[in-house]
């Protein structure tokens, strides 16, 4: 017996040393840069390298910044308006692309074209069209009779071009997610439904959207996660102004690392957004795994009700008349 339990071990062995090399490659690539930008965060690390430990420091000094303050709300501002606006269009150019008969695949590749683009090349678009001199946009504004808007000098209107730059790239996203789970939604309810009667309105969201909220779920954690770390356009667009207006954690974060130098500070500005992400990653977990239990309650109460369905009534039989034949 102990031959064959040592032979088991040592196969069991192999398993586990054939992922080391991915383990590695995480812990070099993940773990490592994690736990140094703790650790910088915990010092007064500067750009010429030198650094002393000093606890919580850093954490004491950003939360009692306001620029830290205005960029933190400026980011979740930023990820909560973002991906409201693009789940909305990416589910409902999902529900018209779903239901036309023609040239849906010339749509689907059309949809997705933005999605293409690197965030430098949108943000540097978006910056050309808003450009209040020679924009097109402000062009428009003035042949249409329209007054000219502060695109960049002004908070407002500033928050809200970069909103566009970014619902106009990234709701493709939305859309290709939602569009794949409507093609692989159960046609049975649907049908069953639209024979009971149920109206266009009553079957998008009696049926299609709880069938649809684990998809949603995920479209919306993966666009947080991203929206929470938003740069690059904020950085062509406005470069967080006018003032910090428009600033994002991640960019002032860059500003106060590489522009002044003080590592430590900013190391404890993404920190501190690590934190955010995570706390907001769970509450999505946390609501995507009881969407999914529901969504397998009402498939479990569907097929049972159809079961049910299927088996004849036998008090039918008892309450039906008996006839005789009489010759």
Do not use: C
């Not at 002393?52 to 420091?57: D, L, S, T």
């Not at 960049?152 to 209107?157: A, D, G």
């Not at 919306?220 to 406005?238: G, H």
């Not at 500003?255 to 500070?265: C, K, P, Y």
């Amino acid at each position: 017996m102990a031959a064959p339990q040592s032979r088991a071990a040592g196969g069991q062995w192999h398993k586990h040393l054939l992922l080391s090399p991915p383990l590695a490659f995480f812990a070099a690539f993940a773990l490592f840069p994690l736990g140094f930008t703790i650790y910088v965060s915990l010092s007064n690390w500067s750009i010429t390298g030198e650094h002393r430990f000093i606890g919580f420091g850093n954490y004491a000094t950003i939360l009692a910044s306001d620029t830290f303050r205005q960029s933190f709300l400026n980011t979740v501002v930023f990820a909560v308006v973002t991906v409201l606006l693009q789940y909305v269009l990416g589910l409902t150019l999902a529900l018209l692309v779903y239901r036309s008969t023609r040239g849906q695949s010339a749509l689907r590749l059309l949809l997705l074209v933005p999605m293409m683009f690197t965030p430098v090349v949108v943000g540097f678009v978006w910056k050309t069209l808003f450009d209040p001199s020679y924009g097109p946009i402000s062009w428009l504004f003035d042949r249409v009779g329209l007054p000219q808007v502060p695109w960049f000098s002004e908070q407002l209107p500033a928050m809200a071009a970069i909103v566009i730059a970014d619902v106009w790239q990234w709701t493709p996203f939305m859309f290709l997610i939602l569009f794949a789970a409507l093609r692989s939604l159960p046609t049975a309810p649907l049908e069953a439904a639209m024979v009971d009667g149920a109206s266009g309105r009553r079957l998008l969201f009696d049926h299609m959207l709880p069938m649809l909220l684990p998809a949603s779920m995920t479209a919306i954690l993966l666009r947080s996660i991203e929206a929470f770390k938003l740069f690059d356009v904020v950085y062509l667009m406005t470069g967080g102004g006018p003032g910090v207006k428009t600033s994002t954690v991640t960019l002032s974060a860059y500003f106060t690392g590489l522009r002044s130098g003080d590592l430590g500070t900013a190391a404890a500005m993404t920190t501190m957004l690590l934190i955010v992400v995570l706390i907001a990653t769970m509450v999505l977990l946390r609501l995507l795994f009881w969407a999914g239990r529901r969504r397998s309650r009402a498939d479990d109460a569907a097929a049972l009700q159809v079961e049910r369905d299927d088996v004849p009534d036998p008090t039918e039989a008892v309450d039906a008349p008996v006839t005789t034949e009489v010759r």
